[in-house]
């Protein structure tokens, strides 16, 4: 599979107000941005292996030329067995325009992200697929994370951190038209240098998910997540 995409994000803001410190005002004039990618991938599986590549490469109009990757694979051993996966890729994520660019929070000096990640897990299935067992240990390295700063009030670069945690999940089938997700995270998010916890991306996550076909064409979807 290969592919080509075209992106142009544009905006502009302003509003005015007052509050309990006076009058306030918050506006940046039209600004855009475009970007051209090109992509290609190649997967191959069978039930029991299976193996997935990828590369990306992305022409920024303010930030130029950047290339990304992913390979993946997935191996079962045995037929009553787990199915052992593993994943590494490359990431690039440019700064949005209101990050970019807000009159009060944003900053122009601002980098693009860059990510290199890896991940190792294995899936069990049960009673002939209903019940699905999963477990998933996870590291993302990062080059000029992009966070909020909560000193200076904006956003801004963390020159290298890290995002290291694991996820486990049980995926219920008790009938044909129905479908019930338990899944539980726990990351641990650090700047790099100087190993501070990254308030907004460290913690725990529960989530709870159902679905329900009544019939062919109509699914309805139930979610609930607690932080």
């Known amino acids: 599979v290969f592919g080509i995409e075209y992106e142009q994000e544009t905006g502009e803001s302003e509003l005015k107000g007052t509050s309990d410190w006076g009058p306030y005002e918050d ?14 991938l190649w997967d191959f599986h069978k039930p029991n292996y299976g193996l997935m590549i990828g590369g990306r490469v992305d022409d920024n109009e303010k930030f130029g030329y950047h290339k990304s990757g992913e390979i993946s694979g ?28 807000h009159l009060i929070y944003g900053n122009p000096l601002l ?40 000193m200076l009030f904006t956003y801004n670069n963390i020159s290298k951190a890290v995002s ?10 008790p009938a044909q038209n129905l ?30 998910g159902i679905a329900w076909r009544p019939i062919s064409k109509l699914e309805l979807n139930l979610w609930g997540v607690h932080r």
């Open 27 to 40: 506006k940046f004039d039209e600004k855009s941005n475009i970007t051209r990618s090109g992509f290609i």
């Open 74 to 101: 997935y191996f079962k051993p045995w037929d009553l067995g787990p199915r052992f996966r593993t994943n590494l890729g490359t990431g690039f994520k440019a700064p949005s325009l209101f990050q970019l660019y």
């Open 111 to 150: 980098k693009p992200e860059e990510s290199f990640s890896k991940e190792i897990g294995l899936d069990q299935f049960l009673w002939e697929d209903k019940i699905q067992l999963s477990a998933t240990y996870f590291e993302v390295l990062y080059s000029d994370l992009i966070v909020w700063d909560n």
């Open 164 to 173: 290291r945690g694991w996820e486990a999940g049980l995926k219920l089938k």
């Open 179 to 208: 479908d019930i997700n338990f899944n539980y995270t726990f990351v641990d998010a650090r700047d790099r240098e100087t190993d501070e916890k990254l308030i907004r991306r460290w913690g725990e996550k529960y989530s709870l």
